[in-house]
Structure formats: C-alpha cells, structure tokens
C-alpha cells in the first residue's frame, strides 16, 4: 500500500530530506533505521535517490565527492554504532575538508525494554553522537519526532555555514516506527536563512593593499580560496593588477596552471618580503622545510619577511583534532570569507596603481621576471619528462602526459590522485570544475571519486579518476555502487604494487640506523601476487583493460574506454603499472 499522507515519524523525516533539498542519500542497509528506510521507498516515493554502497565509509566519501562539486550537502544513514564506527575516517576528513554533510543515524530501542536480547545492547550507545563530536560541526539525538523539524533545521543551517563541515542527527527506532502524535509543530523552511559570509575589516584590508603595493617581493599562498569558484577570477585579477606571483598550494583550485602568474613549484618564498596567505590552513608547511630524518622544521623565509592572513583562521577548530596545524605568527591577519574580501583588496590596489606611476613601472617589469620564471618553470618540468620517457614500468609523470592527452579534448574533470604533481605541472587546468584539489592519501579516493562522478552524472563531463592501487584495495565495493547505479568514470589505476609513500619512510630509518635498505619492501609491496585491478572491474561490470607497464600502449587503451563510456554510459578502468615515484 502506497499512501501519501505522514502517518510515521520516518515519514517526517523524509518530509524534511525533501523539503531541504538532500538529491541523493547513500547508505549500507540496517535494521536500527528499517522506518525510515521503508519510509523513503514508499511514502517518499524514492525522493531522495538512494545509493546503495557496500561500506559506510563509501557512503560518506561518496558525500564528501559530492558536496566538494556542487557546495551542498547530501544526505548518508548509518546504522547505529557499528555503521558509525566504519564511517569514521569518512567523516574525519570531510571535517579537515569543511565540506557540508547532513549525517543521519538510527539507534536503540534507547527504551531497554523493547531491546532485543543480545544484538540490540551491543549495536547501542548513550547519546551515540558522541562518538564523531571531535570532528563534525553539531549533533543532536533528540528524544521526541516533534523535536525532529527544530533539530533538522539547526543540523543543515550549521552544515552550510562557513567553515562548512558534516553534522549528525540521531533517531531512536521507535521515534521512526511510531505513529505520529495529533499535532506535529513545523518550521517555516524560507525562513531558515543561512548567515551571510563575514566582510573584511576595511581598515584591515587597506593596511594590506598598502603593504602589496610596498613590496619588492610579494608572494601569494592559497589553499582553499578556490572553494568558490568566482574568488578564482578575483585572485586572478589581483595577481595581474599588482604582479603577484601565485602558488597554489591546491586544496581547491585557485589559479590556471598556465597563467603566467602561477608559480606552483617554484622557490619564490625563500626570497619573499611580504607573503600573503590566502584560506592557507597550514601556512607553516608552506613556509618551512622538514628534515625527514630529525623530524625537525626551520623556516626558509628570509628575515624581516612579512606575513599577512586573509581568511576564517581559526573558526571552528577542534581541540581534538589536530587539523588545524602548527600555529604561524602573522603581522597581519584578516577574519574574513575571501570571496567578499578579495574583489575589496582588488579594487583598493587598483586605486594604489593609477595613481602611482613608479608603481605602475615596478609591477610592469616584475610581471616580465615572473612570466620568465613561470616558462622556466614548465621548461624543466618538461625536460623532465622527456628524461623519463621511455621508461618501464611508466613513469608517473609520462602516465600524466598520456592521460591528458586522451582526456584534453572532452569536456573532463580531474578526481583522485596528482601523480606526485605530475598533474598540476603537464595539464592545462584552466577551470575551478576541473580540479577540486587534493586528496588525503590511502583509504579517501575511490568514494571520494564516486561522489564527485555522482554530481556530474547525465551533465557529460568525463571525470577521470587517477586511482592508486592501496587506496582502491580499501574500498573495492565503490565499483560495485558505479555499476549498480549507473554512474559514468574513467579509472586510471596508479599501480606501483607498493604503499610505497610508507617504503619511503622505511628507507629513511634505514639510513639512520644502518639497517639494511633492502629489506624497507617488507610489508610494504602489493605484488606477489600482483592484484588484478582489470578482472576486479570487470567482475564489477566494468570495462577494463590491463596491466599495462608500456607508456606507448597507454594512450590508445585510455581512449578506447572513453569511447565505451560514451556510447555505454559504463564506468571504465585501465590498469597502468607505474614506478614507485
């Protein structure tokens, strides 16, 4: 029986997922939300979609990938505490992300009496919300389906407000199953306004534009800025206005890999009089140079630098989670959301350079240099390249070069893996849609790219997910979800048979000690057997082609699985074998 009237809490609750606009809702089936499951099949009509994942650390990746395209959140169940528990490392990254996610969770029966013996006791927690408070925004679990609209409200108002993070509502099971009481309060959804972004300081802002225009030589550090997309084009024009050279440090995308102004790569800070950082989360790591084997930082800014912060800072830190890195003294620092302060800066620096001429000058020959050492710059890189070309197994920076040179006539978007910078330095990354930054390493990529492939799904972008061999022997049921819910990719697998980041690490205390380097591959190599990524795919459903360790054969086999792609609509895998590094 289909009816369309509420008559169950989890019916409500769908109501609300509904009414805030949740598109998708990935899950893993469990019984401590079987209401509100059953409640968004029938009564919800299948509104919002669910994507079934084989594991809740998908569900929350595929959530993360999501809200990192489009800036909302989606919606992921959890079932109880074990749910919550796999979920962990998910929503501890969309946290260091800040990302929003509306987390949902089922528990109890909270009242012991209706508990079944054994399972019910073990799979429960006392205010479970507490297990993920270190690392998410707010959690309620409230104790009544007429709390349930106030707490919704709040959970997504706080989900969507910068810093942005993930947020998580608990329901008892009887708060789902039960019939709704008589009179059930509501909240006016128009009138639950998200707060406006913080404008900078204008004194603050204009000490900065004096400063840049001071300068002999100013560098820019952004990180995140590129989270919205229209405070790219200001960076753009403010590098331009005042030469400015830009290093995108690449939590999102901030800056064209060809502007002439992107100096990505490059030693500009170690001679710099004034460094500006933009939404730069750990500006120490910028700004310093680590000795791996004391493990020990000094700084290589040169004496008397200047250091100038334009961003939240500080908001929303945790005490818990040490995401907000090593604290950096600043001369200047400027609370504020960057896509309101940088067109403010941008309009005070142009009235600095038209009426100054001997500015005008300096910048003018500055632009020249910078240009100079950007074409430099991508001059090496290239001599590189070449120097590693004919390598076997490929090199990563020729699988870079082959896949861009598959993928750079469709309309693409970038997920997953850099190939140790590989990416950034060969293709042309003109687009905020086209890179959406970074990564945190093994165990994050696959959901992640399942997440951004689900927002583009039906829009005709080709996403191509450079997919390391660990990270996808964590989460190998994303492949499944792919096929089973029809959501289109190009997966270039990143296989160098090792977790060779942590093999590095080994030959380092190797060196220390005077153990023998030989042995830093023990425990360390995915090889002997070597897995077949290509047969896990096509077991999946996918097409997949591979192991291939010739770089010439790597172009062609990429461009027949965009051809299955587009005529398809199947996700497609080609497994490269690659050199460690």
Same mark, same amino acid.
């Given at each position: 029986?289909?009816?369309?009237?509420?008559?169950?809490?989890?019916?409500?609750?769908?109501?609300?997922?509904?009414?805030?606009?949740?598109?998708?809702?990935?899950?893993?089936?469990?019984?401590?939300?079987?209401?509100?499951?059953?409640?968004?099949?029938?009564?919800?009509?299948?509104?919002?979609?669910?994507?079934?994942?084989?594991?809740?650390?998908?569900?929350?990746?595929?959530?993360?990938?999501?809200?990192?395209?489009?800036?909302?959140?989606?919606?992921?169940?959890?079932?109880?505490?074990?749910?919550?528990?796999?979920?962990?490392?998910?929503?501890?990254?969309?946290?260091?992300?800040?990302?929003?996610?509306?987390?949902?969770?089922? %528990?109890?029966?909270?009242?012991?009496?209706?508990?079944?013996?054994?399972?019910?006791?073990?799979?429960?927690?006392?205010?479970?919300?507490?297990?993920?408070?270190?690392?998410?925004?707010?959690?309620?679990?409230?104790?009544?389906?007429?709390?349930?609209?106030?707490?919704?409200?709040?959970?997504?108002? %706080?989900?969507? %407000?910068?810093?942005?993070?993930?947020?998580?509502?608990?329901?008892?099971?009887?708060?789902?199953?039960?019939?709704?009481?008589?009179?059930?309060?509501?909240?006016?959804?128009?009138?639950?306004?998200?707060?406006?972004?913080?404008?900078?300081?204008?004194?603050?802002?204009?000490?900065?534009?004096?400063?840049?225009?001071?300068?002999?030589?100013?560098?820019?550090?952004?990180?995140?800025?590129?989270?919205?997309?229209?405070?790219?084009?200001?960076?753009?024009?403010?590098?331009?206005?005042?030469?400015?050279?830009?290093?995108?440090?690449?939590?999102?995308?901030?800056?064209?890999?060809?502007?002439?102004?992107?100096?990505?790569?490059?030693?500009?800070?170690?001679?710099?009089?004034?460094?500006?950082?933009?939404?730069?989360?750990?500006?120490?790591?910028? %700004?310093?140079?680590?000795?791996?084997?004391?493990?020990?930082?000094?700084?290589?800014?040169?004496?008397?630098?200047?250091?100038?912060?334009?961003?939240?800072?500080?908001?929303?830190?945790?005490?818990?989670?040490?995401?907000?890195?090593?604290?950096?003294?600043?001369?200047?620092?400027?609370?504020?959301?960057?896509?309101?302060?940088?067109?403010?800066?941008?309009?005070?620096?142009?009235?600095?350079?038209?009426?100054?001429?001997?500015?005008?000058?300096?910048?003018?020959?500055?632009?020249?240099?910078?240009?100079?050492?950007?074409?430099?710059?991508?001059?090496?890189?290239?001599?590189?390249?070449?120097?590693?070309?004919?390598?076997?197994?490929?090199?990563?920076?020729?699988?870079?070069?082959?896949?861009?040179?598959?993928?750079?006539?469709?309309?693409?978007?970038?997920?997953?893996?850099?190939?140790?910078?590989?990416?950034?330095?060969?293709?042309?990354?003109?687009?905020?849609?086209?890179?959406?930054?970074?990564?945190?390493?093994?165990?994050?990529?696959?959901?992640?790219?399942?997440?951004?492939?689900?927002?583009?799904?039906?829009?005709?972008?080709?996403?191509?997910?450079?997919?390391?061999?660990?990270?996808?022997?964590?989460?190998?049921?994303?492949?499944?979800?792919?096929?089973?819910?029809?959501?289109?990719?190009?997966?270039?697998?990143?296989?160098?048979?090792?977790?060779?980041?942590?093999?590095?690490?080994?030959?380092?205390?190797?060196?220390?000690?005077?153990?023998?380097?030989?042995?830093?591959?023990?425990?360390?190599?995915?090889?002997?057997?070597?897995?077949?990524?290509?047969?896990?795919?096509?077991?999946?459903?996918?097409?997949?082609?591979?192991?291939?360790?010739?770089?010439?054969?790597?172009?062609?086999?990429?461009?027949?699985?965009?051809?299955?792609?587009?005529?398809?609509?199947?996700?497609?895998?080609?497994?490269?074998?690659?050199?460690?590094?």
């Amino acid at each position: 029986m289909v009816y369309t009237e509420p008559r169950y809490g989890s019916d409500t609750i769908v109501d609300l997922m509904q009414a805030y606009g949740l598109e998708y809702l990935a899950l893993n089936p469990g019984a401590t939300f079987r209401g509100l499951h059953d409640s968004l099949v029938n009564y919800g009509q299948g509104r919002p979609p669910i994507i079934e994942c084989t594991h809740e650390e998908i569900a929350v990746f595929t959530a993360l990938g999501y809200a990192k395209v489009t800036g909302k959140p989606m919606g992921v169940i959890l079932h109880d505490v074990v749910g919550l528990i796999h979920a962990n490392l998910a929503i501890y990254n969309a946290f260091l992300e800040k990302v929003p996610i509306m987390l949902f969770g089922g %528990t109890g029966p909270m009242d012991t009496q209706q508990r079944r013996p054994g399972i019910d006791w073990d799979h429960t927690a006392l205010v479970q919300g507490s297990a993920i408070r270190d690392y998410t925004k707010w959690d309620d679990q409230p104790t009544s389906i007429q709390g349930v609209p106030e707490s919704f409200a709040r959970a997504y108002k %706080t989900a969507v %407000t910068e810093p942005k993070g993930p947020v998580y509502l608990c329901f008892d099971v009887p708060l789902q199953e039960d019939p709704l009481p008589p009179r059930m309060p509501s909240i006016n959804i128009d009138r639950v306004s998200v707060p406006s972004r913080i404008s900078p300081d204008p004194q603050a802002l204009a000490e900065v534009a004096a400063l840049l225009s001071k300068a002999e030589n100013p560098v820019v550090l952004a990180d995140f800025t590129g989270r919205n997309p229209e405070s790219v084009g200001y960076l753009a024009q403010l590098a331009e206005t005042m030469a400015l050279p830009v290093l995108d440090l690449s939590g999102r995308f901030n800056i064209a890999t060809n502007h002439h102004l992107n100096l990505s790569g490059s030693n500009l800070v170690e001679s710099a009089d004034l460094i500006l950082a933009l939404d730069t989360y750990d500006l120490s790591g910028a %700004t310093t140079r680590r000795d791996p084997a004391s493990r020990l930082s000094s700084s290589i800014t040169p004496e008397g630098c200047l250091v100038v912060e334009i961003g939240l800072g500080d908001l929303g830190i945790k005490p818990w989670a040490h995401g907000y890195q090593r604290f950096q003294e600043t001369d200047l620092s400027v609370l504020a959301d960057t896509s309101l302060a940088l067109p403010q800066l941008l309009e005070m620096c142009q009235a600095h350079v038209n009426k100054n001429s001997s500015l005008q000058s300096k910048l003018q020959q500055r632009a020249g240099f910078l240009a100079e050492q950007h074409q430099s710059l991508h001059a090496r890189w290239n001599e590189q390249l070449e120097a590693v070309w004919n390598q076997k197994p490929t090199s990563p920076a020729r699988l870079a070069h082959e896949i861009f040179q598959a993928v750079k006539n469709e309309q693409w978007v970038h997920s997953g893996n850099g190939l140790n910078g590989w990416v950034r330095r060969l293709w042309d990354i003109t687009d905020p849609t086209q890179y959406l930054g970074r990564g945190h390493g093994t165990a994050t990529q696959v959901g992640t790219t399942l997440g951004v492939a689900l927002a583009h799904k039906g829009d005709d972008k080709l996403v191509v997910a450079i997919e390391p061999d660990g990270d996808l022997l964590f989460d190998p049921g994303a492949l499944w979800t792919a096929t089973h819910d029809r959501i289109p990719m190009l997966m270039v697998m990143y296989n160098n048979r090792s977790y060779y980041n942590d093999w590095e690490h080994q030959k380092v205390v190797a060196g220390i000690r005077g153990t023998p380097e030989r042995n830093a591959y023990l425990g360390m190599e995915i090889d002997n057997p070597g897995p077949d990524f290509a047969g896990l795919a096509r077991s999946f459903g996918w097409y997949a082609e591979g192991p291939i360790d010739d770089p010439d054969e790597v172009q062609a086999a990429l461009k027949r699985a965009i051809d299955v792609i587009k005529q398809d609509g199947r996700p497609a895998l080609v497994d490269t074998v690659t050199q460690h590094r």
